[in-house]
């Protein structure tokens, strides 16, 4: 399925892009990260739990970064396992300025999700990708934050 | 009503009872529920066996894809895990199913879980016997399993198109069977009918009976004797038995099944002997008895669904009486990924080629076909369901076009009561009926007069009224020939079912039966016709619970499905039962040293008819037989076991595989429904504000228990009308696998049903009863009826059995949209 | 990864009258606590979403789906389970009676939850009307009846328990 998003994120824009087209910041970023491993320079693997309000699945993905513009742009496509489901995404994300240190950022994925996963999450899979959306770029936001870049 | 044994013209004269009535014919309370209501059932899940393992299956999310590998090593290395099996060990471990198609599709290689391939998205691919059910989850998600996505498809029509992905290599194409049934002369009909309905396309959903109680099994292939105990609750075990047993080289003497207690089975239990191989494959690898139970989810995705048929390009020959003459259509059975049971539903529905109806020219280019979908099994109602549905909206659309009265059309084309036995244009053989009655019974339950007064009363409201009625048969005992007309090679003919009625040591009365029970009571009316032939009490006559093939009471098609029991169960049961009564007589006019004709059976005492205090009771017969023999003459003793089995065979001949005709079913029962809707012209919502159900089934055994079936049966037919439907995305993900999502029909979906009955008792069967179980899906058609009579005019027809809230609010707005209705008339 | 894994919780909980120590892992639902731990098969499984009712049973007085409740959120409770009806095991209580004597039963494996349910529902409310039967009913899934039988069966054991009662 198609979900478009949108949201203001606490960083940035040049700081936020550049944890968003990097592999070793990008993973730290995911929620409920257990591991990253790295893989090259646009590869890594990751086992995740994110939680929703169905609770907590068990998600192992490979991420790569699959085209950048600086301080504009990232294509990020990832495939797994979510459970004994299999996950497969790619997400484009657009970068604004908006306002002071902050960041407009928007995107626009195809999820695809098959198995159990697909039948359960049907009616929610949408509102639920944003929201984990939502929670990297945050969780990405405060990475930046600690940093202390700009 | 009741109708004298008719001419005998089409089977050989039976021999019905005359000493059902003490009993038969009572709603005597079941002997089942004091377990089931104390929660002392004894259903699959229940059951233990010492050392067991659970089983949990991993199964492909793809709806279709090659598997490249599976890796089961880290899932084996963890304490607790017993074993593995995956689909490469199992290509090597079975031959692939006996399959009932006809080539090319015959070829079609099924194992107990994807070999190679998945076909469709929860097809098992590798499996876990492990410590505990939560062990064996926790392992199963360390099987790693690379596939390689194949292209998906899940439509039935588009399948056969040559760039369609091909399921099945060794088939070639996506056809499992395909065959032109044509009676009478359609084509004449068409040119010289007054008027010719056209409808353009009618579709029948994909659905299911969805039992409570999901498959499951405790499998032991004991690595000292070679049997393998099969505990499960599938609902027709020796065809299990027939098609697992050359699969794994096991001879069926080598196989023992048992049930008691089924959670529903509606024939969604039917084809679950792939799962019951792949539990007898991890036993014998682990040597421990495989203990599993199917979850709601897999049940809705991975255990069977019913038919899903389409109907394009109808054409309809009507005379200015209205009078049809019949109807052509081409048709097409979506069967899913596998056959298993079909393509056996491809004649099937043949068994009512014109349904109520009086139509003597029909032709159906039936094609079935396969794809990424769950495969398919005989859900209740099978195959018939979808053609009577047909038939019904085909007689209401011509009505409604043609501007006739619904009911005066439909009683102008159905059989009449004085047409019976009544041959069909495909030689079958409708053995008793009187549908104007039931229809008009049915339309005095809701008040159909008051009914259509409040209908025009609501003009202009924001709530629509209509009135629909659904008429439908429920053939009962199948003539297996029948699969000689989808393919002359099968080797199977008739039907059958074994009972043994006995004295036990003590002269207790005791039945078993091949059947399968799954709520229908079989362990009450047994006992009540036992009772009436032997002249005891049912109390004193205790049948078996569920099925033990160890009791030796089966044949082939032993089991519970297709409206059969009354007829072929009970019909064992009194041959049984009659053979016994013989025997007691027998031995108690020796031991009173009276004439055979001198004796009589009653409460349980063998006694002379002239003189009550001269008796004998059973205990004394027994005891006598089994104990004492030397007391009697020889020639009595050996003529005498007191354990007297019989098959009851109903009188069936091959069907013509030339002309598909024959006869195919040996009863038919009947159901007339009438529905009352209002539809809210701002949602599309529809409430069913007024339900009557008439039913007719022969002479019944226990009035309780067919009025139940035919609630139970309503309460199907109304969920699968407007809360129930498979939905699959393009991708061949199933979207509604939980209970969530597919909406089960709940007490607030069901209304209040009225009910009435009539009997017309078969001439055919030794009972005068007609089985009845599966009702003949009425409520599908009776809904789209009735939401068709609310619709405004010009209106598209009502094409779906599934009618939601978003479809009924598309028909509300249809007549303005522009769009074809989907009918046209042309008129000479 | 050992064999049930996971945390260990001892629980005191009063199942039908009989109070019960017993350890249970952390992960395990009420469920298969009472049909697995504690032998009592009577309440069953029939989905993996809480939505069919199978496993109902009565906590603290309530109806509640016993999928739903991990088994040591039972800790400290009194759970009354369908074996908890009656007199022993021969007996039907009235409930029990008159589900058998309207045919409120086919395949018997709703009928457990169907029966507490009924049992709540009349402790609450001991004259309903059907539409109060049916709405309390909504939770509770029947494939076999078409709950028509089971409504009757309902309405009879409210009017048995009136009489009783006068």
């Given amino acids: ?150 | ?828 | 990864m050992s064999a049930e894994s996971g945390t260990v919780h001892v629980i005191d909980v009063t199942v039908n009258g009989v109070e019960q120590r017993q350890a249970v892992s952390a992960r395990a639902l009420l469920v298969h606590f009472i049909r697995e731990t504690l032998g009592l098969r009577g309440t069953h499984v029939g989905c993996d979403s809480g939505n069919c009712g199978a496993c109902s049973v009565i906590c603290d007085g309530e109806l509640i789906k016993s999928c739903m409740m991990l088994a040591v959120q039972a800790d400290g409770r009194s759970i009354e389970t369908i074996e908890g009806l009656g007199d022993g095991p021969d007996s039907l209580d009235p409930i029990q009676e008159a589900f058998r004597a309207e045919h409120g039963l086919q395949c018997g494996y709703c009928t457990p939850g169907i029966i507490l349910n009924a049992k709540t529902l009349l402790a609450e409310n001991p004259n309903p009307t059907e539409q109060e039967i049916r709405r309390s009913l909504k939770g509770n899934i029947c494939r076999c009846t078409g709950y028509v039988n089971i409504v009757r069966a309902i309405e009879a054991a409210a009017a048995a328990q009136e009489g009783v009662a006068r």
Avoid at chain 2, 165 to 193: C, F, K, Q, R, T
Avoid at chain 2, 431 to 452: C, F, H, K, N, Q
Avoid at chain 2, 512 to 534: C, K, N, R, S, Y
Avoid at chain 2, 550 to 574: D, E, P, R, W
Wanted: glycine fraction near 10%; proline fraction near 5%.
């Fill in chain 2, 1 to 828: 009503m009741t109708r004298p044994a008719a001419e005998t013209t089409y089977y050989p004269a039976v021999e019905q009872s005359d000493r059902l009535g003490a009993f038969s014919g009572t709603s005597v309370p079941r002997v089942e529920d004091k377990r089931l209501l104390k929660g002392q059932g004894a259903f699959v899940d229940d059951l233990w066996m010492h050392r067991q393992g659970h089983v949990h299956f991993v199964r492909s999310p793809h709806a279709h894809a090659r598997i490249v590998s599976i890796d089961v090593s880290r899932c084996e290395a963890v304490p607790g895990v017993y074993a593995t099996l995956t689909g490469e060990e199992v290509g090597e471990l079975q031959q692939p199913y006996f399959q009932m198609a006809p080539e090319p599709a015959g070829a079609m290689k099924d194992y107990c879980m994807a070999v190679g391939k998945a076909r469709y998205m929860g097809e098992p691919v590798a499996a876990v016997l492990a410590e505990s059910p939560a062990l064996a989850r926790d392992a199963a998600a360390l099987i790693e399993v690379v596939y390689e996505p194949l292209e998906v498809i899940v439509d039935g029509i588009a399948t056969i198109e040559p760039q369609a992905p091909v399921l099945h290599e060794e088939i070639g194409s996506n056809v499992a069977w395909h065959g032109v049934y044509d009676y009478g002369d359609v084509d004449w009909a068409l040119e010289n009918a007054d008027h010719v309905v056209r409808i353009d396309r009618l579709h029948f959903h994909r659905f299911s009976s969805t039992p409570l109680e999901t498959t499951g099994a405790l499998v032991n292939w004991d690595p000292g004797t070679g049997v393998i105990e099969f505990r499960s609750n599938n609902q027709m075990p020796m065809f299990a038995a027939m098609f697992i047993g050359p699969a794994i080289g096991v001879g069926i003497d080598h196989m023992q099944f048992s049930s008691q207690d089924i959670g529903g089975g509606f024939g969604i239990k039917i084809t679950s002997y792939t799962y019951l191989t792949a539990l007898a494959l991890l036993s014998r690898k682990a040597g421990r008895p495989a203990k599993w139970s199917e979850t709601r989810w897999e049940h809705l995705a991975a255990s069977a669904h019913g038919n899903e048929r389409t109907f394009l390009d109808i054409e309809v020959p009507v005379m200015s009486d209205g009078t049809i003459l019949g109807f052509k259509v081409r048709a097409f059975d979506d069967a899913g990924a596998y056959l298993r049971y079909e393509p056996l539903g491809a004649v099937i529905w043949a068994q009512v080629v014109p349904g109520n109806y009086r139509f003597k020219h029909v032709r159906v280019d039936y094609t079935e076909t396969l794809t990424n979908k769950c495969p398919v099994g005989p859900n209740r109602g099978y195959s018939r369901l979808q053609h009577l549905w047909l038939i019904e909206r085909i007689v209401d659309i011509v009505a409604s076009e043609l501007g006739y009265d619904p009911v005066e059309l439909r009683k102008l084309n159905y059989v009449q009561p004085e047409d019976y036995p009544y041959e069909t244009p495909n030689g079958c053989i409708y053995d008793s009926g009187d549908y104007p009655t039931m229809l008009d019974r049915a339309l005095e339950l809701i008040d159909y007069e008051g009914v259509r007064a409040r209908q025009r009363e609501s003009a202009g409201s924001g709530k629509r009224i209509g009135i629909g009625i659904g008429s439908t048969l429920d053939s009962g005992t199948n003539n297996f020939g029948q699969s000689r007309i989808i393919n002359p090679g099968l080797p199977f003919s008739g039907n059958g079912e074994a009972a043994v009625v006995r004295l036990d040591l003590y002269g207790e009365v005791s039945v078993t039966i091949g059947t399968t029970p799954q709520g229908q009571g079989h362990e009450t009316t047994a006992a009540q016709v036992t009772a009436d032939i032997l002249g005891c009490s049912p109390d004193q006559v205790h049948v078996a619970a569920g099925y033990n093939k160890a009791a030796n009471t089966y044949v082939g098609f032993s089991g519970t499905y297709a409206s059969q029991f009354a007829v072929t169960g009970l019909g064992a049961v009194m041959g049984a039962a009659e053979r016994l009564r013989g025997e007691i007589i027998k031995v108690g006019a020796a031991m009173l040293g009276a004439e055979e004709s001198d004796i009589e059976l009653a409460g349980g005492f063998v006694r002379l008819a002239a003189n009550h205090e001269v008796a004998i009771p059973f205990i004394g017969i027994a005891a006598t037989v089994f104990a004492n023999v030397a007391e009697l003459p020889g020639e009595l003793a050996d003529s005498v076991t007191l354990n007297c089995r019989y098959v009851y065979r109903p009188p069936f001949t091959v069907p013509d595989y030339e002309t598909k005709t024959g006869k195919l079913t040996l009863t038919y029962a009947s159901q007339i429904h009438v529905a009352v809707v209002e539809v809210d012209e701002e949602t599309g919502q529809v409430a069913i504000l007024d339900y009557a159900a008439v039913d007719e089934c022969g002479r019944k055994i226990n009035p309780k228990i067919v009025e139940g079936q035919v609630h139970g049966a309503a309460g199907h037919g109304i969920g699968a009308a407007l809360y129930e439907s498979f939905e699959y995305d393009s991708d061949g993900q199933l979207r509604n696998s939980t209970f969530m999502d597919y909406h089960a029909a709940t007490s607030l979906d069901v209304p209040s049903i009225r009910y009435d009955d009539i009997e017309c008792p078969s001439p055919f069967t030794p009972n005068g009863a007609k089985g009845m179980g599966e009702g003949g899906g009425a409520p599908l058609s009776t809904i789209c009826a009735a939401i068709a009579d609310a619709l405004p005019e010009g209106a598209h027809v009502v094409y779906d059995s599934h009618n939601n809230s978003e479809r009924v609010y598309e028909l509300l707005r249809s007549a303005t949209s522009g769009a074809p209705r989907g009918v046209e008339v042309i008129s000479r």
């Fill in chain 1, 1 to 150: 399925m198609i979900v478009t998003g949108s949201s203001s994120v606490a960083a940035p824009r040049e700081r936020l892009w550049q944890l968003l087209s990097d592999p070793a910041q990008l993973g730290e970023a995911l929620p409920g990260v257990d591991a990253v491993s790295l893989d090259g320079d646009n590869r890594f693997s990751a086992l995740a739990r994110p939680r929703t309000s169905l609770g907590e699945t068990r998600m192992e993905m490979n991420f790569e970064i699959a085209e950048q513009r600086p301080s504009e742009y990232v294509r990020i496509s990832g495939s797994g396992y979510a459970g004994e489901s299999l996950l497969s995404l790619m997400i484009e994300l657009e970068l604004a300025d908006g306002g002071a240190a902050r960041t407009e950022a928007s995107w626009r994925a195809e999820v695809a999700l098959r198995g159990v996963l697909s039948s359960l999450l049907q009616r929610s899979l949408g509102p639920l990708f944003n929201q984990q959306v939502e929670e990297v770029l945050d969780a990405g936001a405060r990475i930046c934050e600690g940093a202390g870049g700009g």
